[in-house]
């Protein structure tokens, strides 16, 4: 399996990726909202797009549909419930349906409502598992659920789904916010030594060559994981002073996900 990550460098700075085949060439589009570039990398590397995947219905991630359609003819993927809101769709997916890419490549779909309830994130059957994880899941952060979610479905599939994959997964998110998202880090645990190290080392760096995080990277510098730091419940405890003395990891959740609402 080959990864292309895409970077948009638009306002809402997206990553758009294609997954491809070694031995065919055939690649799945995600997410391709800027058609022009997925369609320019696919020429260079000599791919042919057979399929798109939508792992939610916002525009900043079907917007480039109809255009690679139209260049490439290639069948439009997305959520089963997502068809109302995603026209087009070819095929719809369910929790543990498996895409097929070419000869070699498998991705398992996963059901992820939170930030829309129409979710999916596809994990690769690789010896090096990687999670497209759309607005679901971001590089030490997690998706808001303003347009279509809800936070107890979002922690559902932290808590129940990602925090329970391979630690050795690679993240690739539908977003670069891994600056703002680690700020966040620090602002609830300002003793997180490593999301102190990891924001000097992304503060700067070029979306065209990211940073790839593991979910192992993740559960030490992402306040979504870290529900059990005595820290991150003490400052949680002065925005919430009514917060319970053990608070549950939903409660947890749930109160930070209300904060980074507003951050």
């Given at each position: ?35 022009e ?9 000599g ?11 916002h ?8 255009a690679?359609?139209?260049a ?31 000869k ?13 309830m ?11 598992p ?9 590089n030490a ?6 347009n279509?979610?809800h936070?107890?479905?979002l ?6 789904q ?5 630690d ?6 539908g ?11 620090l602002?609830?645990?300002p ?14 760096q ?24 005595p ?26 996900r ?6």
């Amino acid at each position: 399996m080959i990864v292309e990550q895409i970077w948009t460098a638009n306002s809402y700075r997206n990553f758009n990726y294609l997954i491809a085949c070694p031995e065919s060439g055939e690649a799945l589009a995600v997410d391709p909202l800027d058609h022009e570039k997925c369609l320019a990398v696919a020429k260079q590397r000599g791919w042919s797009v057979t399929q798109i995947l939508n792992t939610h219905e916002h525009g900043d991630h079907t917007g480039g549909n109809r255009a690679m359609v139209a260049a490439t003819g290639a069948k439009l993927l997305a959520h089963k419930n997502a068809g109302q809101r995603i026209p087009g769709v070819d095929r719809g997916l369910g929790a543990g349906d498996v895409i097929k890419i070419g000869k070699t490549v498998e991705l398992e779909v996963l059901d992820t409502p939170g930030h829309t309830m129409s979710h999916v994130c596809v994990l690769s059957h690789t010896d090096t598992p990687a999670l497209f994880c759309g607005d679901t899941l971001f590089n030490a952060g997690a998706g808001n659920c303003h347009n279509g979610g809800h936070p107890n479905e979002l922690y559902q599939t932290f808590a129940n789904q990602l925090a329970k994959l391979p630690d050795t997964t690679l993240v690739y998110p539908g977003h670069d916010y891994i600056s703002n998202n680690l700020g966040f880090t620090l602002s609830r645990e300002p003793d997180n030594k490593t999301a102190q190290r990891m924001l000097g080392q992304v503060r700067d760096q070029d979306p065209k060559h990211a940073l790839v995080t593991t979910l192992a990277l993740e559960k030490q510098i992402n306040t979504f994981f870290r529900l059990h730091s005595p820290t991150v419940i003490g400052k949680l405890r002065e925005a919430f002073p009514d917060l319970p003395e053990n608070p549950d990891e939903k409660t947890v959740f749930i109160k930070l996900r209300e904060l980074r609402n507003s951050w």
